[in-house]
């Protein structure tokens, strides 16, 4: 029990550390102390945002958070370089972000694998991480004509290394 009560203690000081909840009730996800040159990846429902701006500009609401897991893993980048040290796993509550909680639910471990992936809605590739988070959050699950899973190897004869660890395609009604 006391290791419990330790392990939670921990938690909640690292979760402060990255994660502040501001008084006027928004929740602001803040920089803490990270001594890595490299950055930490941020998950929401499993669909990964890399780009720090993006997740300022998301506004997550304190009250949608159901829960905050940190992981000290390193997520590697092309040619097995290490692009960031450390995953702050942002989890909501049910009834939020359904159309990303639905895709990860189609894709299997797709997302939690491949956290890097490229994602293109109907032949729109989503680059900026902040209108990737808006558009899939808002798919409905009978809008989704179909959805590929292009594999990193094939992915990047056909869109580059950028693409290294494979294509999320979403094809909607």
Not at 22 to 32: E, L, R, V, Y
């Amino acid at each position: 029990m006391k290791q419990k009560f330790i392990i939670i203690g921990l938690s909640t000081l690292l979760f402060l550390s990255h994660f502040c909840i501001a008084q006027d009730n928004q929740a602001k996800i803040t920089i803490g102390h990270n001594p890595s040159k490299y950055p930490i990846l941020y998950t929401i429902d499993n669909l990964s945002i890399s780009d720090t701006s993006a997740i300022r500009k998301i506004n997550l609401k304190k009250k949608i958070v159901k829960r905050i897991q940190i992981e000290n893993d390193t997520v590697f980048g092309y040619n097995h370089t290490p692009r960031f040290v450390g995953t702050i796993k942002i989890i909501t509550k049910r009834k939020y972000n359904s159309g990303i909680k639905n895709l990860s639910r189609l894709s299997g471990d797709w997302m939690k694998k491949h956290p890097l992936s490229l994602y293109m809605l109907d032949d729109q590739l989503l680059k900026d991480d902040f209108i990737k988070y808006n558009l899939l959050s808002k798919i409905i699950v009978e809008d989704i004509k179909g959805i590929e899973l292009c594999q990193p190897e094939l992915a990047v004869e056909k869109y580059g290394t950028i693409a290294f660890d494979g294509v999320f395609i979403i094809k909607t009604k």
